[in-house]
Structure formats: C-alpha cells, structure tokens
C-alpha cells in the first residue's frame, strides 16, 4: 500500500475488529467510506466468540451468557464534484443476545436478544482551506424480546416480553480537517439520539402498549498523524450516553419495581494506535482501547462492566482493491448484577475474540 493512503487505516480497523462496547453497542458506527479517494464501495464482516460466565449468589456456575453473532457492514461513496461527496453505509450497531442456562438455579431460564439495523447517508462539503463540514441522516430499526427465569425473580419467573419491530431516523453532524502533505486528519462527529417506541406484549398483562427506547446520543473524535514516511499513529476518543437509556415494561415496572435494562452511566473509550507500512502492498498495525462506564447495574443481561481491548490487523493492497483483516482480544471488567440491590451473581475474569474481514475496491 502507498504509504500516503494510510490516513484511513483507524477506520478501516475499526471496521473489522471490535465488537461489545459500552451499553448494547457491537461496533462504533465508522462513517470512513466518506474520506475515502475517488468513488469507493466497501464489505465487512466481523464475527465476535465471547466467553462471558460467573457464579450466582447459590454458588453454581452460569455457563458462558452471551452468544457468538456475526456482524455485516458494507458501504458506498462517491464524488459528486471536486468538494461534495455522498457515502450511503450500512451497519448494525446495537444488539444484546444473552442467555442463563438451567444449571443456575438463580437466573436459569433469563434471557434477552435485540437488534438494531441502521442505514446512514451521510455528506462532506471540503473547503479550500482543508476543512470539511460533514451531515447526514440514520435510519434504524429496533426489536427485541426478553423472559426471566430463576429464584432470583420469585413470582415473576416465567415472564416474557416481546417488542415489534420500530422504525426510526436521527441526525449525525460533524466537522474535518486534513493536511495531506504530513497525512494529518482529523473529525469530529456527534451523533443524534434515537427514539423508537415499540408494540409491546407482556405476558403478565393484556393488549398491546408503547415501550419507549431511546438509542443513545454520540460524540467521536478522530485524529491520525504520520510522524515518519512509512508510520502512522491514531487516537480516538468515544463518548455515549448511555445513563438515558432504558428499557422498562410498564407492567413488569409497576409489579417489580424495575424495567429489563438500563445503565448507570455514560460510556467512554479511549483508543491509541500505530500503523506502519511494510511495503507498496502491505502495512500492518495495532492499537490499545479502553472503555469506561455504562456496567448494566441492576440487570443481569449485560454482566460486564467496560473492557480493555488490544487489536491487530493487516492490509494488502492490489492495483483498486484492498483487504483487510483484523483480530482482537477483549478483556471485560469484572461485574455484579443485581435484582432489587441485592446481588444476583459474580462475574470476573471474562474476555472475548473477534475476527474481522473487509474487502475495499476504488471504483
């Protein structure tokens, strides 16, 4: 690969390499395909196998709770003129799927799976000056379903929740900046939120009601640098608020006291890298991530609480294509759901792999 198409290489990583974050989020929503040159289209495909398991207050073990899943990206861009360019992506940004086996006779039984789909559009207008005004629209669709199993839940044992499928838009805006000459760039972008309200059927109660969930707001900081003809270095800052978001059954609530989900705080990551051409064909690269906050406190459906997350990848480059592909190691800190302030279970010393593959062509 040309040394100097290297400003891009953050986000193609992040393409193919994380999985889990804070809250619900399976992968940071990359708008990367709008910096690319010249009209550009893009398929990624990452696959996430967590070893997520604990104890429960009885003493028996729970068994891994989270399942493996695959995520699909692909994404377009193109020039409409030297300064406006359009990039439609394609992404699922947001999931849960967590299961508690039988063997825990607390929480056996209790589980939880949701998805969201989400299409962006997304525009650049570059100035004269380098800099670079950036807006769009998301749509997003938002289902899921839920049941409690276990002592933990008493006479709510057995209960079932199933939300319809919504369908939503937000807004991104965001601003860039780039020095070609020294491989500098530089984006912010702040993402709306998302508010869906789905058809809700509870199990302990008739008819259909309104489940309010609001997807959260965002906030993305992107730097990247050359600091050598053949190196790059990144760093990027990630923050979403999660402490709004909740998921809360009106009639489970008014029963129990407390909805299916919510987090107590915002999260918020850190990730530094570095990125070295091996060759015109080759560059290589790695990076370190740290995320903070947005644990799941009171619910047993997220029992992780932030991660430290080291990444690897490799590109090769040929005439207009690129491959990436990319590994990463997650290691999740430790946690404790609770279920009406009272312990449920112990979670520690938990990770997760992820392997990534992204396919990009220059049109």
Known sequence: ???????????????????????????????????????????????????VS?????????????????????????????????????????????SYRALSPVLGGTSATASVDSLTSVVQYKFANRFGLIGGLSLSTFEGSASLGGLAFSELSGYSASLEKSTEVGYLLGASYAIPSIKFHSAITYRSDIEHVSDLMESISQGVSDLPVTLPQSVTVDISTGISKDVLVFASVYWQDWSEFEIAPSALTAVSGQGLLRFEKDSISYTLG???????????????????????GPTPFGPVNGHNRL???????????????????????????????????????????????????KL
């Open 1 to 51: 690969m040309n040394p100097k198409s290297t400003v891009l290489l953050m986000c193609l990583f992040a393409n193919v390499s994380v999985c889990v974050a804070g809250g619900i989020e399976r992968k940071n929503q990359s708008i990367s395909p709008l910096f690319e040159q010249g009209n550009y289209v893009h398929l990624s495909l990452t696959s996430f196998l967590p070893e």
């Open 54 to 98: 604990g104890r429960d207050v009885a003493g028996q073990a729970t068994g891994n709770v989270y399942r493996n899943f695959d995520l699909l990206e692909f994404g377009f861009k193109w020039d409409l003129n030297e300064r406006l360019a359009l990039a439609l992506i394609y992404d699922q940004p947001y999931g849960v799927s967590t």
């Open 274 to 296: 570095v990125a070295k051409s091996l060759s015109q064909e080759w560059v290589a690269g790695a990076h370190l991530q740290r995320e903070e906050g947005a644990n799941s």
């Open 311 to 361: 990444g690897l990848f490799a590109t090769y480059s040929y005439d207009n294509a690129k491959v990436t592909f990319g590994y990463s190691y997650t290691e999740f800190g430790d946690a404790d759901p609770q279920l009406q302030g009272s312990p449920s279970a112990e979670f520690s010393d938990n990770n997760g792999v992820s392997l990534g593959l992204s396919v990009g062509y």
